[in-house]
C-alpha cells in the first residue's frame, strides 16, 4: 500500500486545534495545489459529533472562500477532527489561518444553513446549526496555531 502523509503523523503528540500545511503538489500541466490539515480537536480524545461537522462543512465551503478564492475543496476528515482544505497554488499557512478564523467568526453570526435539502444535500436531516456555533466558539477560544506540536 501507498504511504500516505497524514498517516506518517503521530496523532498523541498533536496539539489541536491548528492548521498544517501537508504539502504542494505539482501536477502534469505544471500547476500547483497546497492541502492542509485544518485540525480542530484533539486526535484521540475528541471529536466533532456528526451534524456538527456536516453544518460545520456546509458553511466552511462558502465562508473560506470569501477570504481564499483558490479553494478546490473543503472536506471533513474521517475521524471527524477536523478538515482538509485543497487549494490552487502555493498557499500560505497564515492565509488559511486568518480566512479560517475569518469563517469560524461567521458561523457565530450564522442564521441559517446554506443547502439543506433533500436536493442539495445527500444527508439533509442530519445536520446542527447549535453545534457548530458551539464548537466554532471553542476552537477560536482555544486559538489556532501553525504548530502542530503546541503554540
Known sequence: MVKVESFLLDHTKLKAPFVRKCGVLQGPKGDYVSKFDLRFMQPNLEELPTAAIHTLEHLLAGY?????????????????????????????????????????????????????????????????LFAAKEYAKYVLHKGISSNIYGK
Open 64 to 128: 473560506m472562500r470569501e477570504k481564499l478564492d483558490s479553494i478546490i475543496d473543503i472536506s471533513p476528515m474521517g475521524c471527524r477532527t477536523g478538515f482538509y482544505l485543497v487549494a490552487w497554488g502555493d498557499v500560505e499557512v497564515d492565509a488559511v489561518i486568518e480566512a479560517l478564523n475569518y469563517s469560524l467568526k461567521k458561523v457565530i453570526e450564522t442564521e441559517a444553513v446554506p443547502a439543506t435539502t433533500a436536493v442539495e444535500c445527500g444527508n439533509y436531516r442530519d445536520h446542527s
